[in-house]
């Protein structure tokens, strides 16, 4: 194996030397000989590097608890695999029973000071729950620091130490004029190992993994510990905050994500001045637009956001926002994903009239609304259920559907104005995921009032063709794509 390996390093060595030597120098040109040489990094880190500083958090237990699980493995299981894992079981009271509480290390983290007097930009995740939040520097001073604000739909967090003497900060970047295939850097602390430096590009932009932030995708490595530190580029700038790895074994495996450092800043900043965010909403629940549904509406692509619910007395609602709108636009920026919506949305100071762009039924509508503050969650309620029975089958169609009408104290119930409502479905049209007690809105762009005209709309329906229908169930709006039967 050693033969083998020095083998390799020999072969590799005069591969080298054969690329970067004076007869091959002499036949390149400059961009061939640029291509040829790898970027130094050790300005950069002799530059960034005494900013970035190691985080160690603490919790208080009861004293002889046994867990022997730190939260940071906790949240690493859960946030990497999707494992729930239970916290420990606090001891009960008795005459046995451990008295007191003990701190225990609950985990390692990065952040990078911002401020000369002691801020410091970390992810929430780390510092979230922590009685004790201990911060060193690389100089190897150490302090208690304070917790400012986190901000968990960011994962970002504001802490605050006390320095007596102004501590050297990192240049802030901009993540908007970051380029796919850039060098970047990570400084950290993998597994505690401080001051870690690590390098690799920029993979991708605007990478959507389901959260709030669209993140920038990298190649460097990335490891529990390094959550928190600085993405910075080669001009030294931090253009990022390291917060997520894809893996399956909990270790690196190639792609790593940080959230752009120009949403990371405007978090801060109300972190500071209010020690939490305050964010618009207009009190809606979307769903994304897939192709098939896009062709079937004419959208000619997948785009905007599909309005499931919408909040009765919202923003919205008083807009005049119906469900199974299609959000096109707000406040004049496109919406060309679902989850665009919420950080436009979120981005509007609460108060402001904005107008927002939507398609129904194959026409697009400007409404204005007047953007709410976002609050705490509320459970979402109970589905509306159906009080009055069927009083009558109706006949069957080329969608494999038998529809009735609804009476007025249905319509008031679930609060539409027209509709039909679903008493059986073929096997084909449950298959597409149709449902018995669904009530039928639309049947492509044709707004449905009756169980005649949604009889005489389906007879014109070409076969073989799919048709998006326009479903509410329970308080939602979906669409469901039916093949009409020849």
Not at 314 to 333: E, P
Not at 442 to 459: P, W
Request: net charge positive.
């Amino acid at each position: 194996m050693k033969k083998t390996f020095w083998l390799s390093l020999g072969t590799a060595l005069l591969a080298g030397a054969v690329l970067t030597g004076p007869a091959q120098a002499a036949g390149s040109t400059p961009q061939q000989a640029c291509a040829c040489t790898l970027p130094d990094f050790t300005a950069l880190v002799e530059k960034a590097g005494p900013s970035v500083v190691n985080i160690r958090t603490y919790k208080k237990v009861p004293v002889g608890s046994g867990d022997q699980m730190d939260d940071q493995t906790r949240d690493m299981l859960r946030r990497f695999f999707g494992v729930p894992i239970p916290a420990p079981d606090t001891p009960k009271g008795g005459k046995d029973a451990p008295q007191g509480e003990e701190e225990r290390p609950t985990g390692v983290g990065s952040g990078f000071i911002i401020s000369p007097d002691g801020d410091i930009m970390t992810n929430a995740h780390v510092v979230d729950g922590a009685d004790e939040i201990l911060v060193t520097l690389t100089d190897k001073r150490e302090f208690k620091a304070k917790l400012v604000g986190v901000d968990k739909r960011t994962d970002v967090a504001l802490v605050k130490i006390d320095a007596k003497q102004p501590l050297p900060v990192v240049q802030i970047g901009d993540s908007s004029k970051v380029k796919v295939g850039e060098w970047v850097v990570a400084i950290g602390s993998p597994f505690g190992l401080e001051n870690t430096v690590t390098a690799g590009i920029v993979s991708a932009k605007g990478r959507d993994t389901g959260d709030y932030t669209p993140f920038i995708q990298t190649d460097v490595a990335v490891n529990p510990g390094n959550s928190g530190g600085p993405l910075i580029d080669m001009r030294g700038q931090v253009i990022g905050i390291n917060s997520q790895i894809y893996s399956r074994t909990g270790g690196f495996m190639g792609i790593s994500f940080a959230i752009p450092i120009d949403e990371a800043m405007r978090v801060v900043e109300q972190l500071k001045k209010h020690g939490y965010v305050v964010r618009g909403k207009i009190g809606v629940q979307i769903d994304a637009v897939s192709r098939e549904l896009a062709e079937s509406l004419g959208l000619g692509q997948a785009r905007g956001a599909l309005v499931r619910v919408v909040e009765k007395g919202g923003a919205a609602d008083k807009a005049g926002v119906q469900a199974g709108d299609i959000v096109t636009s707000f406040n004049g920026k496109p919406v060309e994903r679902a989850n665009d919506l919420p950080r436009l949305v979120g981005e509007t100071k609460p108060g402001s009239v904005v107008p927002m762009q939507v398609l129904r039924m194959g026409k697009t509508l400007t409404l204005d609304v007047k953007v709410g503050e976002w609050v705490m969650d509320k459970k979402p309620g109970e589905q509306t259920s159906q009080e009055s029975k069927p009083e009558a089958v109706g006949k069957a169609n080329a969608l494999g559907v038998k529809v009735i009408d609804l009476n007025e104290a249905q319509k008031r119930q679930l609060g539409v104005s027209s509709g039909v409502l679903v008493e059986a479905v073929r096997n084909g049209a449950a298959r597409d995921g149709l449902r018995v007690g669904d009530v039928i809105l639309a049947v492509g762009n044709v707004a449905i009032g009756s169980a005649a005209q949604f009889n005489a709309v389906s007879a014109q329906l070409p076969a073989g063709k799919q048709v998006a229908v326009l479903v509410r169930r329970g308080d939602a709006a979906l669409y469901v794509l039916l093949r009409p039967q020849g």
